[in-house]
């Protein structure tokens, strides 16, 4: 509610701004010149249909298929197509880029000749007209694709409904110009490139080759293909072969040799013929074989014969002469053991030379194979680079590099009708913009403003209650305010003074208020205005003095008295002039009045004396009020010193103008000296305001005294 009495308050300043700027934004509106709007619609080719294969002519297109069209719709609003459009379309020479110069002004043919000079503006040069339409052009260009497809659409506003058509038109074939011609030259750098590299890496392929060929004759290598290397290879494994039969011969050789060397040693010819090697003999085999038939032989004759016998004696001789051949036989192979023995160990020892010279042969050729296979590498890897560049230059020659990255689907065509300026959106938008700036002013204004208006407002701020409210008044042909209850009594002002008369009598019956101090924040809040009318209208009920207790601008008594002997209240407290001399009736009511006096130089030592409080006590005794009219408190310290003496203080607060911590001050002031705060009196306060603004007064202001005949002119 607050915030609305606010706008409220200000609706008529809220209203101007909004009709004024919806005067200036209606005229600024209708002043624009009509702006036209064309689109084209082009399909942007995702892959190019080409022959040549080489993607690496075409980098820039790597990459998903979403940075692609990004890619393509930041190219359509480059600054180097729109150069190229602006220089094909020459917009330097169009009127609507280069407009002539302006006429003079309307008015100029009213005036005397040569009155109204215009100082030609200098005229941009080419270039940085060309410029400028560059980047007109540029940011004017609208890229919107379509989504989900592979269409976008390109529009362009200008005042020129023709150069709105034109402009997407040629920006479209521009663009598959220039990525024709940037294509041609890829191509062309390509090619180069490709010749060069072709005719480097055919020098390379005939050394490699050549380099080949030379070390093949230097090594005598006849065979390809590790063909040498496999015989060397089944020469070892032969050699290792035979050198593990000659080592095992070797061992049994030794150990027939140690059996050999035992059963000599034992010397026993039996041991001799147990030997293995003895055994496995064949010749000791068919000696043995011929012992044998010779004592079967023996056996058959001894049967038959006696010992003298011709076949006894032939037998028994043929079993001696077999035995001494299997003796003989026995000790051959004895004696043939050693000499294996040597020859075995001979032949391991040749074997072994052998496999350590096979081993050397082979690693010489695995250092040849390894450089005979590094030679042929090079020559292959020469050999398949030569290839792929003459390939790829060949390609590159016979390609089809004349497919277009785009082609127009629906050209733009000539507006029949301007797209904007929308002025209604204009003006509304003005209107609400400035309706809310309005409104936004005045609740700022509302929050802070911090003065008092109402006595709601000085229940809650002040947190007293208000003892009164009292308008704006004026005096008739220039009377004082102060005797406004004397000289028009009949009007709202007065009747407000009787109501804090009431208060002020209400307060205190059981012990009726003797002195009554009105104070305030500073000057010019009306508080001796107050202070006198309400003296004026207690008088009418009992017997009242007035004291003027502003000892520094004192002006009750020039006002009420101007006649009078100015003897008051620093000559009464001083003793130098007797009460009747000091106190002055006012001419037409039953008030007394106290001057001040002459202004002392210190008015506080004055007031704070004993001589004051026990002038204060005698006036008491003559009168049942004394209303005592005291200086601000923010200013000085009087009116405190004042609230001692007094029964009750009325604190004047001046409405829409004191800020309350201002008054909130002063009246924390009072009660820290315990001063007896009655109340708050709001005063100049404008009624029919508030009644508008605030909504307060709604029943109790002008409209009640008007129905019971008291709103007067005041």
């Known amino acids: ?61 790597s990459g998903s298929t979403r940075d692609y069209f990004m ?59 060309e410029q400028g339409i560059i980047d007109g052009i540029a940011g004017g260009i609208s890229v919107q694709p379509v989504r989900n497809t592979q269409l976008v659409r390109l529009s362009f506003e200008s005042h020129d409904p023709e150069l709105a058509a034109s402009v997407p ?36 392929l005939g050394q490699a080759e050549q380099a080949l060929q030379e070390f093949r004759e230097r090594e005598k290598i006849i065979d390809a293909k590790n063909v040498s290397l496999s015989g060397a290879s089944r020469q070892l494994d032969e050699l290792t072969t035979a050198l593990v ?16 060397n035992a059963a000599v040693q034992s010397k026993s010819a039996e041991a001799l013929e147990t030997l293995t090697v003895v055994q496995r003999n064949s010749q000791v085999q068919r000696a043995k074989e011929a012992e044998a038939e010779a004592e079967r032989r023996l056996n058959e004759a001894s049967k038959r014969y006696g010992a003298e016998h011709p076949r006894m004696v032939s037998a028994t001789v043929e079993l001696k002469t077999a035995q001494e051949a299997l003796r003989r036989q026995i000790n051959a192979v004895v004696q043939s053991v050693p000499k294996d023995l040597e020859a075995a160990r001979a032949s391991e020892a040749a074997i072994e030379r052998a496999l350590g010279q096979s081993k050397t042969d082979i690693q010489g050729y695995n250092r040849k194979e390894f450089q005979l296979a590094a030679l042929e590498r090079e020559v292959q890897t020469s050999r398949q680079l030569y290839d792929l560049f003459l390939q790829r230059s060949k390609e590159t020659n016979i390609g089809d590099m004349q497919s277009t990255i785009a082609r127009m689907i629906d050209p733009a065509l000539v507006p029949d009708g301007p797209a904007g300026p929308n002025k209604r959106s204009i003006v509304m938008t003005a209107v609400l913009s400035a309706l809310l700036f309005a409104v936004a002013m005045a609740l700022l204004l509302e929050r802070l403003d911090n003065t008092v208006k109402t006595s709601h407002a000085v229940e809650q701020r002040l947190e007293m209650p ?91 008594g020039r006002i009420l008295n101007p006649d009078a002997d100015q003897l008051g209240l620093s000559e009464l407290v001083a003793g130098v002039a007797p009460m009747e001399k000091c106190i002055h009736a006012i001419p037409g009511s039953s008030l007394h009045l106290l001057p001040s006096g002459k202004v002392p130089p210190n008015p506080l030592e004055l007031l704070s004396s004993h001589s004051f409080a026990a002038t204060v006590e005698k006036l008491k005794q003559e009168y049942e009020v004394i209303v005592i009219d005291s200086p601000p408190v923010q200013l000085v310290s009087d009116a405190l010193v004042l609230a001692q003496v007094a029964t ?56 009640n005294y008007k129905k019971y005949d008291y709103y007067g002119k005041g």
């Open 1 to 61: 509610m607050r915030y609305w009495r606010a706008v409220n308050r200000n609706k008529w300043r809220i209203a101007a701004l909004v009709a004024a700027v919806a005067l200036l934004a209606t005229q600024y509106a209708f002043s624009l010149q009509p702006v036209y709007r064309a689109t084209a619609t082009m399909l942007v080719e995702q892959t190019r249909q080409k022959v040549v294969s080489t993607d690496e002519l075409f980098a820039a297109i």
């Open 648 to 703: 009750a203080v009325l604190y004047v607060v001046k409405a829409d103008e004191t800020p309350y911590p201002l008054a909130r001050q002063g009246l924390k002031r009072l009660r820290r000296a315990n001063a007896p705060v009655l109340g708050v009196i709001l005063n100049q306060i404008d009624l029919d305001k508030a009644d508008r603004y605030y909504g307060e007064y709604s029943g109790h202001g002008s409209r």
């Open 466 to 556: 208000a003892v009164g409210v009292l308008q704006s008044a004026k005096g008739d042909g220039g009377a004082p305010l102060e005797r406004l209850f004397l000289d028009a009594n009949q009007n709202s002002f007065c009747e407000a003074i009787r109501t804090i008369r009431s208060g002020v009598l209400l307060s205190g019956l059981d012990s009726p208020q003797k002195t009554v101090l009105l104070t305030s924040s500073v000057p010019e809040e009306g508080k001796t205005t107050v202070a006198a009318n309400l003296a004026f209208a207690l008088s009418q009920v009992k017997k009242t003095l007035l004291v003027d207790a502003d000892m520094r601008r004192p002006k009750i």
């Open 169 to 204: 038109n040629m920006l479209v074939s521009v663009y598959i110009t220039a990525d024709l011609e940037a294509r041609t030259e890829a191509t062309r750098r390509a090619m180069s490139f490709l010749t060069e590299q072709s005719a480097t890496l055919k020098t390379k």
């Open 245 to 260: 039969d000659a080592r095992r011969k070797r061992a049994d050789a030794e150990a027939v040799q140690a059996q050999v």
């Open 71 to 129: 890619t393509q719709f930041e190219i359509l609003k480059s600054r180097d197509l729109a150069e190229k459009l602006v220089k094909r379309m020459k917009l330097a020479q169009h009127s609507g880029f280069n407009p002539p110069a302006p006429p003079p002004p309307w008015y100029a043919s009213l005036l005397p000749e040569g009155l109204v000079t215009r100082k030609a503006a200098p005229k941009p040069s080419t270039e940085a007209l």
